[in-house]
């Protein structure tokens, strides 16, 4: 621990910020433009962060293994002393303002950013993010800022909670800034065209920086009113994730640990478009059988999506899966739960949208999950059809009907893999019908193949089957 970093705890006074980062008990038109920061920047990753400005280090050289060291060395004190910890959450709202007010009531010296001048200003007045959490106060050592430079220089972490549509052009904004901090994306999204998870785009906007990702079933109100929460932090670097938990945790907020960024980051993504159908189906009054339906397919969904995109399925048996997955699909607080619900009781989803005026990933996740699986083969019937409903004016009951009538398919594929069920035999089908030399089977897997034909017409699932036969072929040919 440097000396600068032992002396200097978010209980003394603060630093002095940069233009327009405001503590609260700060006049708002009294603002500080002292940009000099004379004070030696203090924190974790102070000793990091200095040895690079002085050594002129550019930032594409900076080495991370040598931040996570630097982490490293100083866990032990940080875990007992969080209020060591210089935080900076972008995005003013009910999140990253939920969020940010966790780790300043932790003592952690803590700086929101807000994009809006005028909003910053009724923040620190009221202590009040009055347009996404009215009513709720929030900690009173919490500044708040709307200058990007300032609000993440000489920080630790940055804590990313802007939607998904402004993540890579916030990343690019801080680049300019970056010298040691690490990066948390608390973004629970997937950018439009490209399918990338936040991850990839921390990965390609700030390649050489040590980042995280969180998510689990936080619904911001209900943590704003210390509801017991529980999250994951996900993180290659062991002392990214201790970081993380030491300033957020609390008696009312725990939170785990993974290393599977990929796992955590889809639970959090995908189960958006199942809270929207959860919320439509609840505009049908469905039983509780039904909903329990709903959620384990929608289960299935994700960890087979998340497996074709490198994740490890038994993630989604984890808060950022099934936690989460249940919170949302469960919670009418749940924006994307609102816009299903609405769209349910007739109204189209522009309406939807406008009508709700929050941030609902789960309405671009759809087509993005529609449009890859679709490409790449990957058997997502729910999604699909809440994308005919949505984007193509189709019947919700006819697509749910059809839906129903779907072929016979393993519960639990990753206990009995969906190819000794179905898929295995359509394939079976389809070689012997091209191949006329091939005809005499004995009569019962005839009855089972026609019964396969008869219910399991999806050209997905025919898809499906022959890339399973693929990969069984390419297994047993590495196998040779
Ligand atoms: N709310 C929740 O319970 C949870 C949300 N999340 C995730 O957090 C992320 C943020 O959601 P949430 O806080 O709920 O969103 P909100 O809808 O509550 O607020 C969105 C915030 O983002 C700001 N914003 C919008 N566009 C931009 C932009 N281009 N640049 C910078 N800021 C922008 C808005 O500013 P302005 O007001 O000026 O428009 C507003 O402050 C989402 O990915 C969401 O899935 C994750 C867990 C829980
Ligand atoms: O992710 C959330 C809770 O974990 C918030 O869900 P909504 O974005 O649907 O409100």
Redesign the pocket.
């Known amino acids: 621990m440097t000396s600068s970093t032992k002396n200097n705890t978010s209980k003394e006074k603060p630093n002095k910020e940069a233009v327009d980062t405001v503590a609260p008990n700060q006049k708002t038109d009294d603002i500080s433009l002292d940009t000099a920061s004379t004070e030696k920047s203090s924190g974790l990753l102070a000793g990091i962060i200095e040895r690079a400005t002085k050594s002129g280090l550019g930032r594409r050289k900076l080495n991370p293994s040598a931040v996570e060291a630097d982490v490293a060395k100083n866990m032990e004190q940080v875990r007992d002393n969080p209020d060591q910890l210089r935080l900076a959450f972008l995005g003013g709202g009910?999140?990253g303002t939920a969020m940010a007010n966790l780790a300043a009531r932790n003592g952690c010296d803590t700086t929101l950013w807000v994009r809006n001048k005028r909003t910053v200003k009724s923040m620190a007045k009221s202590q009040m993010n009055k347009k996404y959490l009215s009513g709720y106060k929030l900690d009173e050592s919490l500044k708040y800022s709307h200058d990007l430079a300032s609000a993440v220089k000489d920080k630790d972490i940055i804590f990313l909670a802007v939607p998904s549509l402004a993540f890579r052009e916030t990343l690019k904004s801080i680049a300019p800034f970056i010298t040691g901090q690490s990066v948390v994306s608390l973004t629970?999204g997937m950018e439009k065209d490209t399918f990338a998870l936040m991850s990839d785009i921390i990965k390609d906007e700030l390649p050489e920086v040590n980042f995280g990702v969180m998510?689990?079933?936080?619904?911001?109100i209900e943590i704003m009113k210390n509801m017991p929460s529980a999250?994951v932090i996900a993180s290659h670097s062991e002392p990214l994730r201790h970081a993380v938990q030491a300033a957020l945790h609390s008696a009312f907020f725990r939170v785990f640990a993974s290393d599977d960024i990929r796992g955590v980051e889809l639970g959090?993504a995908l189960?958006?478009i199942y809270?929207i159908a959860m919320g439509m189906a609840a505009a049908y009054d469905v039983g509780e059988n039904t909903k329990a339906m709903l959620l384990t397919r929608a289960l299935a969904e994700m960890s087979r999506f998340g497996v074709e995109a490198g994740a490890n399925p038994l993630t989604f048996l984890g808060l950022s899966g099934v936690?989460?997955l249940y919170?949302?699909c469960s919670?009418e607080?749940?924006?994307?739960?609102?816009?299903g619900n609405m769209l349910g009781r007739g109204m189209n989803i522009d309406a939807a949208v406008k009508k709700l005026g929050?941030?609902?990933?789960?309405v671009n996740t759809i087509q993005q999950v529609h449009e890859k699986a679709s490409k790449d083969g990957i058997y997502m019937p729910i999604t699909h059809a809440l994308y005919a409903v949505i984007y193509e004016d189709k019947a919700a009951l006819g697509v749910a009907l059809h839906l129903m009538e779907a072929g016979f398919r393993s519960d639990v594929e990753f206990v009995m893999p969906h190819d000794y069920s179905n898929a295995a035999l359509t394939a079976q089908m389809q070689a012997a019908a091209s191949n006329p030399d091939d005809q005499e089977q004995d009569s019962d897997s005839k009855n089972n193949a026609e019964n396969v034909t008869n219910t399991d017409d999806d050209s997905v699932e025919n898809k499906d089957a022959k890339k399973s036969t693929a990969k069984n072929d390419s297994a047993s040919k590495d196998k040779k």
């Open positions: 009910s999140f629970k998510s689990g079933p936080n619904l911001a999250t959090g189960k958006n809270a936690g989460d919170a949302t919670s607080l749940s924006r994307n739960y609102q816009i929050q941030t609902a990933e789960g």
